[in-house]
Structure formats: C-alpha cells, structure tokens
C-alpha cells in the first residue's frame, strides 16, 4: 500500500466521522444516539433459556383473552417464590437475578376485579397509588414488595394486569416509533436506544426519588420474545435505587393478544 | 484465464456492483442509527461505551467507500475499506455463529424482524457466505488494479 493510498483511506474515514457527527447532531430526537452508550451486557451473551421462564400463572392463565385469571401458590403479601435462570453471572448490575413470579390476587379473591372492568383508557401518565389506607390484599407494595437485591423481577400477564388495574407506572422500552403505533394504556415512551433516555430517567428520578416513592412497583415491557430492552431499562432504573422493577416477559405482542387496553398515539 | 478476470470490462462493473451493495447496505443504517446500535449490542462483542459511535460512524464509512468505488475515485482507498469491514463482518457474524448466538446481522436491513433461533442462525451462513462472496469480489478489483500497475510499468 503507497503512502497515497493511505492518505486517502485516511480522509475516507476521517470524512466518515466527520459526516456521521453532523448527521446524528441533525437528527430528530427518536433517531439520534448520544455519543457515549451505556449498555448493560454488552459483551455477555444472553442466555437462551429465558423463554422458558413464565410464571405458573401465566401457563394456566392460556387464552381466552382478558377471562379471570389463574391458580397461583403464592400468598398475598408473601415474597414470590423465584426461579434464578441457570448461566447468569452473580454481577450485581448484570444478570444478577432474571427471576419469575406467579403473584395473582384474583385467585385469592375471587371478587377480584375481571380485566374487563379495567378502568378506560386516559391521556394522562398514571397517577402514583396511595400505598396508606388499603387493605393488604389490594396493596401493589404488599403484593409485589421492592426486591433491592435485585434488578427486576419477570412477570407474566395476570400479574400486569393486576398492577395495571392498580394504577402503577408502565414503562414502554421499545422505540417511539413503535409505542406510536400502540402500547399498554397510560404506560410511557422510555426506549433504551434514543438519545433522550438518560434525561427522562432523570426525570422520573425527580418525580418520585424519594425513597417511599421509589419502592412503588413499576412495569416495564418491550416486544417480549428475545426482546431485552425492558431488561436493560430495569437495571438502568435499579441502578438509581428503584427498587421494585417488574419486567413484562412476554411484552406488548402478549399484552394485546389478551385484549388489554391499548392506547395509540405520542400520549400516555 | 488471468486476461479474462482482469479484463476491464469486468472490473469497472465488479466495482460499481460492489459499491452500489455498499451503498444501498449503509442507507438504512443511517436512516435509523438507534437500530443500528441495537444490532451491533446483539453481536455482543463490542464495548458498551463504542456502540454508539460505531453505529453512528460505520455506515457513513461504507456509503463513501461505496460512493467513491462507484464513482471510480480513490479506488484503492475505497478498496481496502471495503475489505477490511467485509473482514470484520465476517469474523463477527462466524464468532456468534460458534457461540451460537442467534442475532439478525443487520446488513441491509435494521428492523428486528422477529425471526426464529434457528431461521436466524441459518441467515448468519448465508450472510458468512454472501459477504465471502463479496470479498472475491474485492479481490478481483485489487488483482486487476495489481495487473494494470504492472502492465503500466
């Protein structure tokens, strides 16, 4: 290779950066990257049993859709019992504990709520729950206690959509783009890949970093499948002391499968 | 045979093919960077700190290597750009197919497309396979330049 040639294989990439640096300071907000990532698991490969991991409620809660949900053994209020996925490190901010809960209020009570006589949609973020003056069984705190030990807990769909009924936060992973076209009613638009995510989680800080407030449960969701988006935003959460995360397995495909309330458009 | 594969005729089409496939591969990477850095954290091989700037900067490079292979500029610089990302496409794509670790390559295309464990393993070896190809690709252009400069000498 002459000196001339790798001049220009030089400026090529030079021009690349250059090029590259004003088209992402010009890009819109859900198509730019910050320049520095920060990406949890970056270089471990992520185990392929996860799938394997649904709650017993979630295996016998099969379709129909949005119909009362399942059996569970575990009791209100009672730590869930877990399962931790085989091949995970013991690293506190990685795969510490990927684990899976079968927590269905309605099996204990069965006035509980039907999904169908979820509240209707609303434009607004949901409001936080009074954890003061309600009985245990109706709790979400009591139901799905914060777990500091650990980044996030997987949940299946009769337990979301217990939390759901409860009003709790929901959290779409996935890109705006995507949560346009539909998403979990009054959940809001929190993708880990857009450059605006350090900021919202800030913000989210702001609104409830209180210690009482970060206790609260929070639903987190993506595409489900092999999806590990809400995953990533758990341990970003949990690494600013939310420490009652619960991530949604099978995702918003799920979600909608079983007819739960869905929202279209920016809004919540 | 060696007059045949470093006839002219054949290597000015073998490079605007080659930079028309580089081109048309970086668009959707530069359309939406964010699906780009996606695919490039499912390789599980790069740092998290270098994902996003090897997103944002990659396609750019191989749009302008493309470009200027297509515009016959800076062949060889263009040339050995374009060698040297097939390389590292193909050792990155071949590592996680000895890991097992099913991922979309994102060649042409950002968008997760939903696919099986196994569907998606089967596409790594057809794009281990389609960027080999390409790679002969690029080999003849460096022959023939290699042939011309030793005919003109």
């Known amino acids: 290779m002459n000196r001339k040639t790798i001049v220009q294989t030089a400026a090529l990439i030079v021009a690349g950066i250059i090029l590259a640096l004003v088209a992402n300071a010009f890009a819109s907000r859900d198509r730019k990257l910050g320049l520095v990532g920060s990406y949890p698991n970056a270089l471990t490969l992520p185990p392929h049993e996860m799938a394997v991991f649904h709650s017993q409620a979630a295996t016998e809660t099969s379709p129909p859709a949005m119909m009362a949900p399942s059996v569970t053994t575990a009791a209100p209020g009672q730590t869930p019992a877990s399962t931790t996925v085989p091949g995970t490190t013991k690293q506190p901010a990685a795969t510490a504990a990927i684990e899976t809960v079968g927590l269905n209020p309605a099996a204990k009570n069965p006035a509980a709520k039907t999904p169908s006589s979820l509240p209707p949609a609303t434009a607004s973020a949901p409001p936080l729950p009074t954890p003061t003056n309600t009985p245990p069984d109706d709790d979400p705190i009591k139901r799905f206690p914060p777990h500091p030990d650990k980044p996030y807990v997987e949940v299946t769909f009769a337990d979301v959509n217990w939390l759901h009924g409860k009003k709790v936060l929901f959290l779409d992973a996935r890109r705006t783009s995507v949560y346009e076209q539909g998403h979990i009613t009054g959940a ?53 002391q939310f420490n009652d995360i619960y991530v949604y397995k099978d995702g918003f495909p799920d979600w909608q499968q079983r007819g739960g309330p869905v929202h279209t458009g920016a809004n919540p | 045979m060696k007059r045949l594969l470093t006839h002219p005729w054949l290597t000015i089409r073998v490079q605007i093919a080659l930079g028309a496939i580089f081109v048309i591969a970086a668009w959707p ?125």
């Open chain 1, 188 to 240: 809001r638009p929190y993708s880990v890949w857009e450059s605006d995510i350090d900021d919202k989680v800030r913000k989210l800080f702001d609104e409830r970093g209180d210690p009482q407030s970060q206790s609260l449960p929070i639903v987190i969701y993506c595409s489900g499948g092999d999806c590990e988006d809400s995953h990533m935003l758990a341990q970003k959460l949990w690494g600013i």
């Open chain 2, 29 to 153: 990477k530069i359309a939406d960077p964010p699906s780009f850095a996606h695919m490039i954290y499912n390789y599980r091989l790069v740092p998290s700190s270098l994902i996003n700037i090897s997103s944002l900067v990659m396609p750019w490079i191989e749009m302008l290597a493309g470009l200027a292979l297509i515009l016959g500029i800076w062949k060889s610089a263009a040339r050995n750009v374009i060698i040297a990302l097939l390389a590292v496409f193909i050792v990155a794509i071949s590592i996680n197919l000895m890991r097992d670790n099913a991922i979309d390559c994102g060649c042409f295309n950002v968008a997760d497309r939903g696919k099986s464990h196994e569907q998606r393993i089967f596409d790594m070896k057809v794009d281990v396979a389609r960027d080999l190809g390409m790679l002969l690709l690029a080999a003849q252009l460096v022959y023939a330049s290699k042939r011309e400069r030793g005919i003109d000498n």
